[in-house]
């Protein structure tokens, strides 16, 4: 039998991940769903409900996209990295350079 292997998070990527547990929670109650409702509309079990409410790194993306899913929000994530600051800037230095 194969270990698992865990992500490494970082503490600040950490406070993402809550802020994103929680953002999921105030979508739903908004929305007057329960953590039951969810589970059937998702398939995942209430403690997985609840572990994506508290933004915990070992639930799998696919989770936490099938809950956006059912909140009409999955089509958020394509707004992830779409403005790359830091890889335009790099990218124009390269192009800078490659010039001179």
Excluded: W
């Excluded at 194969?2 to 990527?13: G, L, S």
């Amino acid at each position: 039998m194969t270990e698992r292997r865990k992500a490494i998070v970082f503490p600040k990527n950490q406070d993402f991940l809550a802020q994103l547990g929680e953002n999921i929670l105030l979508a739903y109650k908004r929305r007057n769903y329960t953590q039951t409702l969810l589970s059937e509309r998702t398939g995942l079990s209430r403690a997985t409900i609840r572990k994506i409410e508290q933004g915990d790194p070992t639930v799998s993306m696919g989770h936490y996209v099938a809950v956006l899913g059912v909140l009409g929000l999955a089509s958020d994530l394509t707004l992830v990295a779409k403005d790359d600051e830091l890889g335009r800037k790099l990218q124009d230095i390269a192009l800078l350079r490659s010039t001179q």
